[in-house]
């Protein structure tokens, strides 16, 4: 049902580490008992490996990409799928994956959203392989840096082809931040189309399942910010949707179908991001259309932005605005900002960006979602340390975040399965997703409850951050194992501690 996704650089947080984060909204397409990835609350720790000359990357179909499969083996287990292999590296990098690909062992950040393009084209074997679940998965594997990602991302496109949704991902290393957005629908029906642009230190990026970036210039030479793919401007001009008299190329209104729904939906979230951490900018709430250009690429915060605050972040109803969803009449007699959605509230193909009668603005911290993260990444320190993925269960208001480094060699058992549609305490999800559930049934008077909750164990967590990371580096110094192991230890303890609390 759509994910939020944001990027701070390094001059814009008040500890100067990047942060990437990102929540994964969705239950995802199928009904109840379909095993599709993003139904799944499962994590998945990658180890590092190294592999032949001449060995071959098998490349996974994603059901949730929004394009069918076309090919010989429709009607088998989605999951299983194989659309075409890549050449393998001698070396792959270790990195942690949910549903897409979160932080590698090189402190590689990235973050996700779903946007809607003009063509969502089916996958096909050895044509278009590629959707951006993988994608985030092979620059994991492969790179150390976010600006080698998106150039890793942008050539598997080109020369694999792209099928699916539009797709935006951040990556984030201890120094940059870059945005790739992405879609498919080339005339040929092979390769696909992006583009990638760089956050300019100091400032925050955010998405909210449309395509944010804007006016690209065809005579561009320069990659240090803007980087896209060589047939943009030709196709662009064959299929009728732009032409060159028309001066630059905006991305977002040539290429994107728009919202998802309506303009509160998408682009609401990202004015509420924005006039959060740059009230100053007087941002409207309202908007003419999904193509309005009110809300910037990325905005500079009134003042530097620390951990907590980027939690606040996620964990946002639009309290205290025109749209605030736990005030009455419609908030009830108990303050629940969670909606059941109707038909008006739904993901509209046909008719994106038309505000409907009886639609509710989407909250930053909505029902469905399945987990969320804010991940670090350091440049002072080892990989192994610098890296911090902050990760929570069910919806962020009422998870509790906690840490899991770069350096870790596992995870928790509880964090290896998990589903929306089966019931289950033993996993990481359905304790949080209870505590959620509870909650509604008299919220003004438990979120209070469940907030201090949250200062009480990530306050723990963050008040132990300096004592563990000494004690992690004088360990790196002697033996990175030694200290790869103390870490895995103590995350793994302190995941189980929220859980068990």
């Not at 990195?95 to 590689?108: C, D, I, K, T």
């Not at 998405?207 to 065809?218: C, G, H, T």
């Not at 001066?247 to 509160?264: I, R």
């Amino acid at each position: 049902m759509g994910c939020t996704t944001f990027g701070i650089t390094k001059s814009a947080s008040a500890d100067g580490s990047v942060i990437v984060a990102h929540s994964n909204d969705g239950f995802g397409p199928g009904e109840v008992g379909t095993a599709v990835r993003e139904d799944a609350m499962v994590f998945s720790y990658v180890p590092a490996q190294n592999f032949t000359p001449g060995s071959r990357r098998p490349i996974l179909y994603d059901p949730n990409s929004g394009g069918e499969f076309r090919g010989s083996d429709e009607g088998s287990d989605n999951d299983s799928i194989v659309l075409g292999y890549i050449d393998q590296v001698n070396h792959t990098y270790g990195y942690l994956s949910g549903s897409y690909g979160m932080m590698n062992e090189h402190q590689l950040l990235s973050g996700e959203c779903t946007d809607y393009a003009r063509i969502h084209p089916d996958a096909e074997s050895d044509k278009r392989i590629f959707y951006s679940s993988e994608l985030s998965n092979i620059a994991m594997e492969r790179c150390r840096t976010a600006r080698e990602a998106v150039a890793l991302v942008g050539s598997l496109i080109d020369d694999y082809g792209y099928y699916g949704t539009g797709e935006t991902l951040i990556f984030g290393d201890p120094n940059e931040v870059w945005v790739i957005e992405m879609c498919g629908g080339t005339p040929s029906g092979t390769g696909g189309y992006w583009v990638a642009q760089r956050v300019l230190d100091g400032q925050v990026f955010v998405a909210a399942n449309e395509f944010r970036i804007r006016e690209i210039d065809a005579n561009e030479t320069s990659n240090l910010t803007l980087i896209f793919s060589e047939n943009l401007f030709d196709d662009a001009e064959k299929m009728g949707w732009w032409n060159r008299s028309q001066g630059k190329l905006d991305w977002t209104a040539t290429f994107s179908a728009g919202e998802y729904s309506h303009p509160y939906y998408s682009l609401g979230r990202v004015w509420r991001i924005q006039d959060r951490i740059a009230p100053s900018m007087n941002l409207s709430p309202y908007v003419d259309g999904p193509f309005t250009t009110a809300y910037p690429f990325s905005v500079i915060p009134d003042r530097s932005i620390n951990l907590t605050e980027a939690f606040d972040l996620f964990r946002d109803h639009y309290e205290g605005t025109k749209f605030d969803l736990t005030a009455p009449p419609a908030g009830g007699p108990f303050g629940d900002p969670y909606r059941k959605w109707g038909p008006f509230d739904e993901h509209d193909r046909l008719y994106p960006g038309e505000l409907k009668p009886g639609s509710w603005p989407r909250p930053i911290s909505t029902d469905p979602c399945g987990y969320s993260y804010v991940a670090q990444a350091r440049e002072w320190l080892p990989d192994s340390i610098g890296g911090v993925c902050w990760l929570g269960l069910s919806s962020p208001a009422e998870t509790c975040y906690a840490p899991f480094y770069a350096g870790i060699t596992k995870l928790p058992a509880p964090y290896l399965n998990g589903s929306h549609w089966d019931l289950d305490f033993d996993t990481a999800f359905w304790p949080f997703e209870m505590v959620q559930n509870w909650a509604r049934l008299m919220y003004v008077e438990m979120i209070p409850v469940i907030k201090a909750e949250q200062v009480r164990l990530e306050g723990k967590a963050m008040s132990q951050k300096a004592d563990i990371e000494q004690q992690a580096l004088e360990l790196h110094k002697k033996d990175e194992i030694s200290a790869r192991h103390f870490l895995t230890e103590y995350t793994n303890a302190t995941a189980m501690e929220n859980l068990e609390s």
